[in-house]
């Protein structure tokens, strides 16, 4: 079982789906590239329900003997209300989930949150009204996207907001030891692979990797992060922990970026935007020259002194002496924004999709 503070689907319930690899199934779908939605999830076996966007519904393989028939849009939002009979214009979701955005101008156009990031309208001067929930056109509050967008019929100035979305820097530090290679490395990469995409051009990411030592690999400039991901994958794990050096190099780089780092400008942006400490580790700390106490000590002072400050610790297949020792920072931190959680190695992409790409996905300014 895994240790979660929050209570959060591990198997990607709400999660919007196209065709996968092993996709054998001819029209079902609608069409190649339209998108459904997992509603359900078999409890012993690797197959999920999906409701299409042209309103069929059936069960497919998810790992079932190694076949995928779906792959996930990680860009997607993984929460939110349903807007019945809501269709989007984009991708043809049905119905919408999260925000509806609606077009101001055209008498029925709609976007989901992905595609009003990702595809323009086409209309110039046409705007998007953000609908929280169904109810937002009978008074419930909206949001606006868009400079100067205008209002549609039944929406007053005073249920107006505007929507942005937080810049996120996300601090990676990842286990390289001897015992991680093979398999449990592979999982690691392809849950990095989802939190990268989950990333704007505008966001940050720094990683770590540590056995005896700790290397950083900083890779700010390069918005597609090709290199980052090439560099992860020549990795050779091999040697001994140095968890507790690696988290202090890291922990103290973030606190070095008020007015230092290009990417947080002032201190006022470093408090506004959002900062994410990823951990990963699968056994005990034997080989750093900081201590357990040095780690909590650092940790306690990055979160009080960034207030959209998370860490997620993961273990990975920890025993009882690792357990104690994660759930000793998370303690020390004592933080609901810090969580720990111990998972077996076939859960790390799940974890890495539930706790670290949907929060980050979550990060939006409302004002």
């Not at 979701?93 to 077009?103: A, N, Q, V």
Request: some cysteine; glycine content about 10%; charged content about 20%.
């Amino acid at each position: 079982d895994l240790d979660i503070v929050e209570s959060k689907p591990m198997h990607g319930l709400g999660d919007r789906v196209k065709r996968g690899p092993d996709w054998k199934w001819g029209e079902q779908d609608g069409g190649a590239g339209r998108f459904g939605v997992i509603t359900a999830r078999a409890t012993r076996t690797e197959w999920v329900q999906v409701r299409w966007g042209n309103g069929s519904s059936n069960r497919y393989r998810f790992g079932e003997e190694g076949c995928y028939d779906l792959t996930v849009d990680t860009r997607a939002p993984f929460w939110g209300t349903e807007h019945p009979g809501v269709m989007c214009d984009g991708c043809h979701l049905s119905p919408i989930r999260g925000t509806r955005y609606k077009c101001d101008t055209c008498p029925n156009f709609d976007y989901c949150q992905v595609c009003v990031d990702t595809k323009p309208h086409g209309r110039a001067g046409h705007k998007f009204i953000g609908i929280a929930c169904p109810s937002a056109g009978n008074g419930s509050t909206v949001a606006t996207r868009g400079a100067a967008a205008g209002l549609g019929a039944g929406v007053s100035l005073s249920q107006t907001l505007s929507v942005q979305r937080l810049k996120n820097h996300v601090t990676l530090v990842l286990d390289a030891s001897g015992s991680m290679a093979g398999e449990r490395w592979r999982r690691v990469l392809a849950g990095t692979r989802e939190v990268l995409s989950a990333l704007s051009s505008n966001d940050t990411v720094t990683c770590f990797v540590f056995n005896d030592s700790s290397t950083a690999i900083c890779n700010h400039e390069d918005p597609t992060r090709t290199t980052l991901v090439q560099q992860l994958g020549r990795v050779n794990c091999q040697g001994r922990t140095a968890l507790y050096d690696t988290i202090m190099e890291s922990t103290l780089l973030n606190l070095l970026r008020y007015g230092i780092d290009v990417q947080v400008s002032s201190m006022a942006d470093a408090h506004v935007d959002h900062h994410m400490l990823v951990v990963l580790t699968d056994g005990v700390d034997n080989c750093s020259t900081h201590t357990h106490g040095n780690v909590c000590s650092v940790l306690q002072r990055l979160h009080s002194s960034l207030p959209n400050m998370q860490t997620i610790l993961i273990g990975v297949a920890l025993d009882a002496e690792g357990t104690r020792a994660m759930s000793g920072i998370r303690n020390a931190v004592n933080d609901s924004d810090c969580k720990f959680i111990n998972a077996t190695p076939d859960q790390i992409a799940n974890v890495f999709r539930e706790q670290v790409v949907l929060r980050i996905r979550r990060q939006l300014r409302v004002g």
